[in-house]
């Protein structure tokens, strides 16, 4: 049943007319045009879709517009500030941790979370922090350095 949905959208306030039980993964795709957060397994099990809730890296496959609500999301999209890359994302391009890119946005976000729990993580904290969220290249190592950089850099 379609229903009134306001909620804050990378910094903005949005609203929209959408079935409160469809997923924010395809309220963003499809209605919104943000194509960031990618479609993966659709059971919340390889992290394309992540996006932040908060200050929470969730998986907006399985996350209703319901639950949406009166909340704050950002996607890869409002994660640049004025044109400029995050330093998340400057790190991953100097590492070189993607390749196809497919994972990318969701790994960036996932990290990001991570980085707002544990500001300074260890090796053993990234790679436990991150999981949840495959790469089908075998950039692993890579992503785990670009978030090392960040880290030590502290800059969030």
Known sequence: MEATIQFTLNGKPTRLQVDGNRTLLWVLRAN????????????GLCGACTVMLGKEAVRSCQLRMQDVA?????????????????????????????????????????????????????VAEIIAGMDDNLCRCGAHQRIVQAIQSTAKGGSR
């Open 70 to 122: 009166g909340k704050e999301v950002m996607t890869i999209e409002g994660l640049a500030q004025n044109g400029k890359l995050h330093p998340l994302q400057q790190a991953f391009m100097e590492h070189d941790a993607l390749q196809c890119g497919y994972c990318t946005p969701g790994m960036i976000l996932n990290a990001y979370g991570l980085l707002l729990k544990n500001p300074q993580p260890s």
């Open 32 to 43: 919104l045009g943000l194509t960031g957060a990618k479609y993966g397994c659709g059971e």
